[in-house]
């Protein structure tokens, strides 16, 4: 379970590039007003839309912004009509990677993505032909020094799938993306809050990368794909080998 730690580890330090580019933001209001167009304004009775609120209050959005987005998402304001689509493919050394979109227009968002992937030596794929090797769940990582049985008895009413232990020796809780909201809530309620959470896709299995050369290529996939307006998420089945990921720093 190793890379699905350190692909969040990559997704935590893509996400503080984000941030220092200015680009997330937009993301951030573009996911809160689909979540609460799709499943209502209350964040109690719609995971999605909690997921996203946490994401955006993690990332300094202010709560009136936030609560715009919403408010704009809920009542179905012009410009919001957005559709979601994911794409599939394959990067240097066939790579998976599955690309979250939010569009206006499908055939001007695939094409920038096929474009993307033929930049950086990779090749867009059919549907079904990674999307087999990930799955959609909630992580939450704990501070150092929490046993996992303060860990086991904040979440068990909330009912985590599971508690890995990290290659750091940190905990990382596992929850569904329905239940991620109760066992952050319970977490918090147990005083131990999450210094990293997020609703995502993750690889069921990795691929190890140990060429400085190859992580490279594949990071430049990965950074022009995140930088195409119309793309929100990015995940890769990539396992980066930490020494790597320091001599590319």
Same mark, same amino acid.
């Given at each position: 379970?190793?890379?699905?730690?350190?692909?969040?580890?990559?997704?935590?330090?893509?996400?503080?590039?984000?941030?220092?580019?200015?680009?997330?933001?937009?993301?951030?209001?573009?996911? *809160?007003?689909?979540?609460?167009?799709?499943?209502?304004?209350?964040?109690?009775?719609?995971?999605?839309?909690?997921?996203?609120?946490?994401?955006? *209050?993690?990332?300094?959005? =202010?709560?009136?912004?936030?609560?715009?987005?919403?408010?704009?998402?809920?009542?179905?304001?012009?410009?919001?009509?957005?559709?979601?689509?994911?794409?599939?493919?394959?990067?240097?050394?066939?790579?998976?990677?599955?690309?979250?979109?939010?569009?206006?227009?499908?055939?001007?968002?695939?094409?920038?993505?096929?474009?993307?992937?033929?930049?950086?030596?990779?090749? #867009?794929? =059919?549907?079904?032909?990674?999307?087999?090797?990930?799955?959609?769940?909630?992580? #939450?990582?704990?501070?150092?020094?929490?046993?996992?049985?303060?860990?086991?008895?904040?979440?068990?009413?909330?009912?985590?799938?599971?508690?890995?232990?990290?290659?750091?020796?940190? #905990?990382?809780?596992?929850?569904?993306?329905?239940?991620?909201?109760?066992?952050?809530?319970? #977490?918090?309620?147990?005083?131990?809050?999450?210094?990293?959470?997020?609703?995502?896709?993750?690889?069921?299995?990795?691929?190890?990368?140990?060429?400085?050369?190859?992580?490279?290529?594949?990071?430049?996939?990965?950074?022009?794909?995140?930088?195409?307006?119309?793309?929100?998420?990015?995940? =890769?089945?990539?396992?980066?080998?930490?020494?790597?990921?320091?001599?590319?720093?």
């Amino acid at each position: 379970m190793a890379g699905h730690s350190k692909w969040a580890n990559i997704k935590h330090r893509k996400a503080a590039q984000d941030a220092r580019r200015g680009k997330i933001f937009n993301k951030l209001i573009r996911e *809160l007003s689909v979540a609460a167009r799709q499943g209502g304004p209350e964040p109690a009775d719609n995971p999605r839309l909690r997921a996203a609120i946490d994401k955006a *209050l993690a990332n300094n959005m =202010t709560k009136e912004a936030i609560q715009r987005a919403v408010d704009r998402g809920a009542g179905n304001a012009d410009g919001d009509a957005m559709e979601e689509c994911i794409y599939e493919g394959y990067g240097p050394e066939g790579v998976a990677v599955m690309v979250e979109c939010l569009t206006d227009n499908r055939n001007r968002t695939v094409s920038e993505v096929r474009h993307a992937f033929g930049k950086q030596g990779g090749n #867009l794929g =059919t549907t079904g032909s990674v999307a087999f090797m990930f799955h959609r769940q909630g992580r #939450l990582l704990l501070p150092e020094g929490v046993t996992e049985e303060a860990a086991i008895e904040a979440t068990l009413e909330a009912e985590p799938e599971e508690i890995e232990r990290r290659d750091d020796g940190r #905990l990382e809780v596992v929850a569904t993306p329905d239940s991620f909201g109760r066992v952050k809530d319970a #977490l918090v309620a147990a005083g131990i809050e999450p210094e990293q959470s997020d609703v995502g896709l993750y690889p069921e299995t990795t691929t190890p990368i140990t060429e400085p050369e190859l992580a490279g290529r594949v990071l430049k996939l990965l950074d022009r794909l995140e930088d195409l307006d119309d793309v929100q998420n990015v995940t =890769t089945n990539a396992e980066f080998a930490d020494d790597v990921l320091d001599q590319l720093d």
